[in-house]
């Protein structure tokens, strides 16, 4: 089987990077083996929350400048960057994701989304379930209602009334029984965002619990609710905000992420009716190489088949995703055995506080100023590297996971395009 491009991964990147290249005329196929990261989405992207050495950022396009040369973003450089950050919004609203900012000045701002353990982290954009504040220390409101389902584990209110009562709200936590919801109750592996949001998809049920919020309200001008709604569209998230008397804000659950789903479901859908190929379930092994190029791979369920394409873009993620894998001594790229970016001190590896920056998180594929990996030392010259696996930056630390996925498969596509 025969390609123009072939992407290995099915998230955030690889969607992105296949949309762009199909829409322009390409003959694509994504592999992905299955779950990424966008199934632990908070359902908000961050460009850059702070630089590596902890400052805090506001204006992430004017703090580029402060990043290492080796950071992905450095090597895209800051008019690209410009390009592609304006282009992003309208980009995933032609292809079913809304997306939402604070009113940009010369560049985009960041603002600030509640999180499950009641804190507030930075981002740049927002699917429509989050909210977004452009302070995280004054609070437009006063008195908050947090409401969760009966039994429902994966959602912390308590957490969240501790988080918000810092900053001088009075909360009130109260839960709804939903007798659909009741049900998932018999097996706790049911009982998870995606379960309840398949249920919430039904009318009567979204509508009894949005009623039975309502009629808990007593004047408070904020209502948070566990973000397990509009599985297959946001509709339902503007139909219980009209239905609830009082700001309705919708905060992220233990993975499954209902927002990422759906963030998923619409860009696959984007790519497979753009004419895209994308095989579920597998995992890409056995590549060949000629001298500095990827001849072809074959996947786990298509054995016999070999899979050849002009350009190949890796991204299957880090360690998390397992697009990297580690053994006690070294950090590696399972597929293609590229060159990784990892110190040799294997005590570097963590820290101890779980809260400190864990310096595996930025571990990576070691890539040229166009994303090109290395093997051996040697440039693979049809071979790139996208999201997560590109080595020179710690977006878990930095805040800027999203961004970098975006970025990074959007400049990959025009080096892609333009025969780079």
Partial sequence: ??????????????????????????????????????????????LLGRLPDGTEVLEPLKSMSFLPADHPYSKIGIDKLSEYVS??????ASHGVSLHSLPA??????????????????????????TLLPAKDELPWHNALIVNFTGFLD?????????????GLACRVESVRIDDVELLRKNPT????????????????????GSKVRELTHGEDLVVLPAVFGLG????????????????????????????????????????????????????????????????????????????????VLASGNLFGKGLEASPHEVYEPVFGLDTVF???????????????????????????????????????????????????NSLYEGSGAGVAIMTAMSVADSILTGE
């Fill in 155 to 167: 959602m912390n209110a308590g957490f969240i009334a501790e988080g918000l009562e810092r900053k």
């Fill in 87 to 92: 282009a992003t919004t309208g980009f995933f």
């Fill in 233 to 312: 569209g946001q509709v339902i998230i503007k139909w219980l905000r009209e239905m609830i008397p009082a700001e309705v804000m919708f905060v992220g659950t233990m993975p499954p992420s209902v927002p990422g789903i759906r963030a998923q479901m619409c860009l696959k859908k984007a790519f497979e009716s753009a004419g895209g190929t994308f095989l579920s379930g597998d995992s890409v092994v056995n590549p060949s190489f000629s001298g500095d190029r990827v001849e072809s791979v074959r996947t786990v369920n298509l054995s016999s088949v070999k899979l050849s394409a002009d350009n190949y």
């Fill in 105 to 130: 000045g010369e560049g985009p701002s960041n603002g600030y989304r509640l999180t499950p353990m009641g804190t507030f982290k930075p981002a740049w954009l927002a699917m429509d379930d989050v």
């Fill in 1 to 46: 089987m025969v390609f123009d491009t072939i992407l290995i991964g099915g998230g955030l990147s690889s969607l992105v990077c296949g949309i762009k290249l199909q829409e322009a005329g390409q003959k694509c196929l994504i592999v992905s083996a299955g779950q990424n990261a966008l199934h632990f989405s908070s359902g908000a992207f961050g």
């Fill in 190 to 209: 049911e009982m998870r965002s995606v379960g309840i949001a398949r249920l919430m998809n039904k009318e009567k049920n979204w509508k009894e619990f």
């Fill in 343 to 393: 110190p040799s001190d294997r005590s570097q590896w963590c820290a101890p506080d779980f809260f400190s920056r864990q310096e595996y998180a930025g571990f990576g594929v070691l890539s040229d100023s166009s994303f090109k990996p290395f093997r051996h030392g040697e440039s693979v010259c049809n071979l790139y590297v996208a999201g997560a696996e590109v080595g020179g930056c």
